[in-house]
């Protein structure tokens, strides 16, 4: 009994430090691979409050990362506005700006996961 107990605790704390980071540093012009998604970093703007300016694009091979598209096939997509505590959409987690610094990187942290492939409205925080 106690030696399946612990089989069962050591496959979810592996299956756990296995899974996507909570977070996650972008840094700039350096495209990143997050949850199934390439995302790219364009600027970080010392404003009140700052701003940063991102590319994302999902189902992406994750070879694609190293080529001049890293987004894939076709045109790129137009960046995306975040400012501090914005959430991006990002496979089937929520990843929402934590840390910001002007000119260099965006810390971004999985803080929602969606419960339901159907429906994007059932989600709830990621502890």
Not at 27 to 35: A, Q, S
Not at 88 to 100: A, P, Q, S, V
């Given at each position: 009994m106690r030696s399946s107990?612990?089989?069962c605790v050591?496959?979810?704390l592996a299956s756990c430090a296995r899974g996507e980071p909570s977070e996650v540093t972008l840094?700039?012009?350096?495209?990143?691979?997050?949850?199934g998604c390439h995302i790219y970093l364009h600027h970080v703007l010392l404003?009140?409050?700052?701003?940063?300016?991102?590319?994302f694009a999902c189902d992406v091979p994750e070879s694609a990362l190293k080529e001049k598209n890293w987004w894939g096939q076709g045109v790129q997509r137009p960046a995306t506005e975040l400012g501090m505590?914005?959430?991006?959409?990002?496979?089937?987690?929520?990843?929402?700006?934590?840390?910001?610094q002007p000119g260099?990187?965006?810390?971004?942290k999985a803080t929602y996961e969606i419960l339901h492939d159907r429906r994007i409205d059932h989600i709830r925080p990621i502890r």
């Open positions: 107990l612990c089989i050591a496959l979810a840094e700039l012009k350096k495209p990143t691979r997050v949850n404003r009140d409050p700052p701003i940063a300016d991102v590319t505590g914005d959430c991006l959409r990002l496979g089937n987690r929520f990843y929402c700006t934590e840390i910001m260099e990187s965006v810390t971004l």
